[in-house]
C-alpha cells in the first residue's frame, strides 16, 4: 500500500510563491510517475505537472514557466514550486503516484490566491 501526504498550501497573494511537498510511504517501486493536479470549485480535476523517476517533466500549459515540479527520490517526495500565481490557480492540490499500473492519490492541499 501507498500513502501520500501533501503540505503547503495557504493563501498567498497575487504574483506571490508557495512551494507544495508530498511524501510518499509504503511499498514505494523504483520505476514511478508523480504528478500533480488540481481542482478548483465547480470545476473537473486538471493535470499540472508530472515527473517521472528519471527526472522527465512535463507541464500544463497554463503554468508552464511559472511552475516547477521535481522530486527527492531518496526521500520519495515531490515538490511544486509555484512562482507567479494567478487568482486562477485557486484550487485543491492532489499529488499522484503511478506505478505498477496503479494510481494512488494524497487527500489535497488548498491553495487561494487572492488580494
Known amino acids: 500500500q501507498v500513502q501520500l501526504v501533501e503540505s503547503g498550501g495557504g493563501l498567498v497573494q497575487p504574483g506571490g510563491s508557495l512551494r507544495l511537498s508530498c511524501a510518499a510511504s509504503?511499498?514505494?517501486?523504483?520505476?514511478?510517475?508523480m504528478g500533480w493536479y488540481r481542482q478548483a470549485p465547480g470545476k473537473q480535476r486538471e493535470w499540472v505537472a508530472t515527473?517521472?523517476?528519471?527526472?522527465?517533466?512535463n507541464y500544463a500549459d497554463s503554468v508552464k514557466g511559472r511552475f516547477t515540479i521535481s522530486r527527492d527520490n531518496a526521500k520519495n517526495t515531490v515538490y511544486l514550486q509555484m512562482n507567479s500565481l494567478k487568482p486562477e490557480d485557486t484550487a485543491a492540490y492532489y499529488c499522484?503516484?503511478?506505478?505498477?499500473?496503479?494510481?494512488?492519490w494524497g487527500q489535497g492541499t488548498q491553495v487561494t490566491v487572492s488580494s
Open positions: 499522484k503516484l503511478s506505478q505498477g499500473g496503479r494510481n494512488y
Open positions: 509504503g511499498s514505494i517501486f523504483s520505476f514511478n510517475i
Open positions: 515527473i517521472t523517476s528519471s527526472g522527465i517533466t
